[in-house]
Nanobody
Framework: QVQLVESGGDLVQSGGSLRLSCLASASIIRGVIMGWYRQAPGKPREFIAG???????NYADSVKGRFTISRDNAKNTVYLQMNSLKPEDTAVYYC????????WGQGPQVTVSS
């Protein structure tokens, strides 16, 4: 049973922008803190952005000021707007609950060329 479906990955040049989407069932996304994570080759998965039901956000220092997390409850979707992309942002990106995580999705590949 697929619970999280991420999309929007692509190959972009340094300085470019992308928007990732995460479609989830209402039972997963409603009333919980949702987060975006990423995993670069040879590195562990890392948290990069979180969003509470009240709208409070927090970001890893590596993406602060460049990435924005948001949600559309009517569409059961969480977004990650990524601006000023850098080659070091190259990774597979995932969304999930911050607590009581469910099975991870496939995650889209984001590749940033220099």
């Amino acid at each position: 049973q697929v619970q999280l479906v991420e999309s929007g990955g692509d190959l972009v040049q340094s300085g470019g922008s992308l928007r990732l989407s995460c479609l989830a069932s209402a039972s997963i996304i409603r009333g919980v803190i949702m987060g975006w994570y990423r995993q670069a080759p040879g590195k562990p998965r890392e948290f990069i952005a979180g969003l509470t039901p009240a709208g409070t956000t927090n970001y890893a220092d590596s993406v602060k000021g460049r990435f924005t997390i948001s949600r559309d409850n009517a569409k059961n979707t969480v977004y990650l707007q990524m601006n000023s992309l850098k080659p070091e942002d190259t990774a597979v990106y995932y969304c999930n609950r911050v607590q009581n995580q469910v099975s991870w999705g496939q995650g889209p590949q984001v590749t940033v060329s220099s």
